[in-house]
T-cell receptor, first 115, second 111 residues
Framework: GAGVSQSPRYKVAKRGQDVALRCDPI?????LFWYQQALGQGPEFLTY????????KSGLPSDRFFAERPEGSVSTLKIQRTQQEDSAVYLC?????????????FGPGTRLTVL | LAKTTQPISMDSYEGQEVNITCSHN???????ITWYQQFPSQGPRFIIQ???TKVTNEVASLFIPADRKSSTLSLPRVSLSDTAVYYC????????????FGSGTRLQVQP
């Protein structure tokens, strides 16, 4: 498939556990974004990578959230010591350039439920 | 970023034309208007983007009046599969390159 893929699609964690969410962007895409989407709301920005550089992480809600993209392709969003308020769908998107109006291609998301 | 206002929900029937209007009174000179569509359990998908007048592609048309303070997404002859949430986005955070979504318009198409 040529689209953005994410794994796992669903994750259930007990409060306090660490989780890691994976994003495989479209091959060759320079820009990668993570968004968080609460039920009934639009996606909200978390962080942005251009190749391997994390250029903006201002949307990460706390220092328990950490993202990396070490080789400029696959990215991982890690959440430490999960809390119930972290329950949401986590979306990854990629785009082919760093142009501000370039179309973003989204993956299906990972639905995280923290019990 | 320009604040956008769009209806929370709309209902339609198969075969009808649906028009979703978005208000963006404080749109900036350099801002483009972009619409995304999101189906349940999927990520948003780009539909159309425009700056002024009218833009048409195989999926939809986008009408933008001269003052650019609003825009209308037009979906011709909708089908059940057009049931989704439609987001109007104006401008892009040029720093973070991220999209700023509102709550969108939930379109329900009935048979």
């Amino acid at each position: 498939g040529a689209g953005v893929s994410q794994s796992p699609r669903y994750k259930v964690a007990k409060r306090g556990q660490d989780v890691a969410l994976r994003c495989d962007p479209i091959s060759g895409h320079v820009s990668l974004f993570w968004y968080q989407q609460a039920l009934g709301q639009g996606p909200e920005f978390l962080t942005y990578f251009q190749n391997e550089a994390q250029l903006d992480k201002s949307g990460l809600p706390s220092d328990r959230f950490f993202a990396e993209r070490p080789e400029g392709s696959v990215s991982t969003l890690k959440i430490q010591r999960t809390q119930q308020e972290d329950s949401a769908v986590y979306l990854c998107a990629s785009s082919s350039t760093s142009g501000v109006y370039n179309e973003q291609f989204f993956g299906p998301g990972t639905r995280l439920t923290v019990l | 970023l320009a604040k956008t206002t769009q209806p929370i929900s709309m209902d339609s029937y198969e075969g009808q034309e649906v028009n979703i209007t978005c208000s963006h009174n404080n749109i900036a000179t350099n801002d483009y208007i972009t619409w995304y569509q999101q189906f349940p359990s999927q990520g948003p998908r780009f539909i159309i983007q425009g700056y002024k007048t009218k833009v048409t592609n195989e999926v939809a048309s986008l009408f933008i009046p001269a003052d650019r303070k609003s825009s209308t997404l037009s979906l011709p002859r909708v089908s059940l599969s057009d049931t989704a949430v439609y987001y109007c986005l104006v401008g892009v955070d040029t720093g973070r390159r991220a999209l700023t979504f509102g709550s969108g318009t939930r379109l329900q198409v009935q048979p």
